[in-house]
């Protein structure tokens, strides 16, 4: 008990140094809460046979969410934009596929698995700190990595989706909202639709 909660205070204070350096690539003062994470990680097929995708991994709570899920360490890529929370992640989840780069760009990011399919995705990017026009684009080329009908869970902290529906190729479903998470958390689906 007394490890779990160090550990916590840690992640909470690399999280927040984060913030300090990059508040434009961090989306809350605190990490995600353990209760959001496992509720992002319950969209995730475990039986697709497919690996999955986590964007904005942070301090790594989501990505221990992920692994409990049943997601083989080999199966994770963990995307993280800050160098500070990349070699963190790395030393934490040694197994796991974590990479630097920017979600926004996953032409160039994932340039070295050009045709790797994932089951789903799991999205921790700070999206309403961004316009519009980039946050429709983001979901439209994270969804080209996906089969159609599976889904980009999204955690954002305003009370609309932060991507507008009708505005591109995709379905906004509202999934949860979080009150025990700080700030309470809204979560969102974004899919492709099923064409008949």
């Not at 692994?67 to 963990?78: C, I």
Request: proline fraction near 10%.
């Amino acid at each position: 008990m007394r490890k779990a909660l160090s550990q916590r205070f840690d992640e909470e204070i690399r999280f927040f140094k984060g913030w300090i350096d990059k508040p434009r690539a961090v989306g809350s003062v605190v990490p995600t809460s353990s209760v959001t994470a496992r509720r992002m990680a319950s969209v995730i097929d475990t039986g697709s046979g497919l690996p999955v995708l986590e964007l904005g991994a942070g301090t790594g709570v989501i990505t221990k969410a992920i692994l409990e899920r049943g997601v083989k360490p080999e199966d994770l890529y963990s995307l993280e934009y800050a160098p500070e929370f990349v070699s963190h992640l790395k030393q934490r989840f040694p197994r796991v596929n974590v990479i630097e780069g920017d979600a926004f760009d996953l032409d160039t990011t994932l340039s070295h698995l050009p045709d790797l399919v994932f089951d789903s995705v799991v999205s921790g990017v700070p999206l309403l700190n961004f316009p519009v026009p980039r946050r429709i684009a983001f979901v439209e080329h994270v969804l080209d990595r996906i089969p159609a009908g599976r889904p980009i869970v999204q955690i954002t902290y305003g009370p609309m989706s932060p991507v507008p529906p009708r505005r591109g190729n995709y379905t906004v479903e509202h999934y949860d909202f979080v009150v025990r998470n700080l700030p309470p958390a809204q979560l969102w689906l974004y899919r492709r639709p099923l064409t008949s």
